[in-house]
């Protein structure tokens, strides 16, 4: 029985400082609740051939994979703009697994039992959570944002205490690594230049060896991870999702979304929507996104100041210029994506004027953003009558009358529309409908639910129910799950 497993733990091997070595602490009765089939095989493994009770002992931890090396990895952050000393308190990563295309992953288990850095946590994870973790990043995903990923999710047999008692549950996830911004926070707030040097050089031969030669990495290293999430943002912003809890902690050196605790994706367009219980000052806003990840982007320059230039002035000042091209870059990238959000081809100088006209009318008029676009590509699931609006009547005329520059046949706009337009995305009430059928051992809607988000550019006769917003006008809130 080879699963295909190939593990080279290279994030172990560095020093004590970097992690703790501790493995899972088994649970009582472990069952195998979802297991994500394709993403096995695009890792190279095969479970088809292990018994349910098997694999139900796998994605516990209760038996780790031969090769495995277990740590939790420390690591600072910067919580709603308050420094803290955190690390993996409800996560162990198993190890670096290699595919066959030579791509490196680590395995983690979340919400695996206590480590050094549980504080007063318990270690464990809830299976609501884990299973809306599940959910919203294969979703993301499929939109072709970089992000995590989700391999399983076991339920443990065992309780877990928070306002309520719930079933507690382990989540597998997959990364490109686990290095966050809060993971340089961490070693800079040791003062110690060489094991700074030591992350550097191991972020860039992990992730971005193409600067390995480079004559200022740091430097470089600043540029390039402002360009990913630069990038990352603007999907975001794209499909209106909004992560909830954009922590120092919480945003990957990699460029892939992480954390899937409160996020959610807005219906109703309103920039201030914020779904988060715990967000009351609206910090992690959708419209706030943006200059959150250059906030989080210059803490992360503050950390390699010392080694952009042995001359702290010369290096400051590189390092807040660099930042300081941030709003530049995002407007750029956000109008890039609008336009291809339009179906506009090339550039107009009245483009941004037409871009946020509609946007007006959307927040105005309580439009569903999804649906808007769709309603503009023809695919308005429901011929809502709002879209007969006067203004937006008026307003299409003038977009079609940029299309009309586009000097390209139609089928080329609608392609550009419908390759950045959602069809679906994952409403709040279906996934809360998934989750509480689940918490009743009722998978059905969950499975339903993960196959239709995997084609969310496709149009198909059966997903009318997953494009309508909930009927409920009261507000949508999440809750951290921790
Ligand atoms: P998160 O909100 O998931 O980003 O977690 C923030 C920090 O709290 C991380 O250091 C987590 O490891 C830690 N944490 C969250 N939940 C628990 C828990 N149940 N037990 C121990 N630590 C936790
Ligand atoms: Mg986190």
Redesign the pocket.
Same mark, same amino acid.
């Given at each position: 029985m080879t699963i295909g497993w190939h593990f080279n733990n290279t994030y172990s091997k560095l020093s004590d400082t970097f992690r703790e070595e501790i493995k899972p602490i088994p649970v009582n009765n472990p069952e195998l609740i979802i297991l994500n089939g394709s993403l096995a095989s695009e890792l190279n493994l095969d479970f088809s051939k292990i018994d349910k009770k098997e694999l139900s002992k796998i994605f516990s931890g209760n038996v780790l994979p031969n090769g495995s090396n277990s740590i939790a990895q420390a690591?600072a952050?910067h919580?709603f703009g308050h420094f803290t000393m955190?690390?993996?308190?409800?996560?162990v990563l198993i190890g670096e697994h290699t595919t066959k295309a030579n791509k490196k992953y680590d395995i983690q288990f979340k919400?695996s039992g206590?480590?050094a850095?549980?504080? @007063?946590? &318990?270690?464990?994870?809830a299976l609501g959570p884990m299973l809306r973790e599940y959910i919203i990043s294969e979703a993301m995903n499929a939109l072709n944002i970089p992000t995590t990923r989700s391999l399983a999710v076991i339920k443990t047999g065992e309780n877990i205490q928070r306002e309520t008692t719930l079933q507690g549950a382990i989540l597998t996830r997959v990364a490109s690594s686990h290095i966050r911004v809060g993971t340089f926070q961490y070693i800079a707030a040791r003062q110690k230049e060489n094991e700074m040097k030591t992350l550097l050089d191991y972020t860039i031969d992990r992730h971005y060896p193409e600067i390995k030669d480079s004559n200022n990495q740091a430097l470089d290293l600043l540029n390039l991870l402002m360009e990913q999430q630069c990038n990352l943002v603007v999907n975001w912003m794209r499909v209106g999702f909004i992560h909830g809890?954009m @922590?120092t &902690?919480?945003m990957t050196i990699s460029g892939e979304t992480i954390?899937y605790?409160p996020c959610a994706f807005m219906d109703t367009y309103d920039p201030k929507t914020v779904f988060s219980s715990i967000d009351q000052m609206g910090r992690y806003a959708y419209c706030n996104q943006p200059i959150i990840t250059k906030w989080n982007l210059a803490r992360f320059a503050e950390c390699l100041v010392p080694l952009i230039d042995k001359d702290q002035d010369k290096a400051v000042k590189i390092a807040t210029e660099t930042i300081n091209s941030f709003e530049k870059k995002y407007e750029e990238k956000w109008m890039d994506m609008m336009r291809n959000k339009l179906g506009l081809f090339g550039l107009d100088e009245k483009d941004k004027f037409l871009i946020l006209d509609l946007l007006t009318w959307m927040h105005e008029k309580k439009a569903d953003y999804t649906n808007t676009f769709c309603h503009l590509m023809d695919l308005d699931p429901k011929k809502d009558k709002l879209f007969d609006d006067n203004d937006l009547v008026n307003w299409k005329k003038r977009w079609k009358e940029r299309l009309s520059q586009n000097n390209d046949s139609p089928n080329k706009y609608l392609e550009l529309m419908k390759n950045n337009n959602p069809l679906v995305i994952p409403r709040n009430h279906k996934v809360e409908e998934a989750l509480e059928a689940a918490e009743k051992n009722d998978l059905k809607p969950l499975n339903r639910l993960i196959e239709i988000l995997k084609y969310p550019y496709t149009q198909k006769n059966d997903i009318l129910d997953y494009q309508t917003p909930s009927a409920s006008d009261e507000k949508y809130q999440t809750f951290?799950g921790?």
């Open positions: 690591y952050g919580q955190l690390g993996d308190g409800r996560a919400g206590k480590t850095f549980s504080r @007063n946590g &318990d270690g464990r994870a809890v @922590n &902690d919480n954390d605790g951290c921790t």
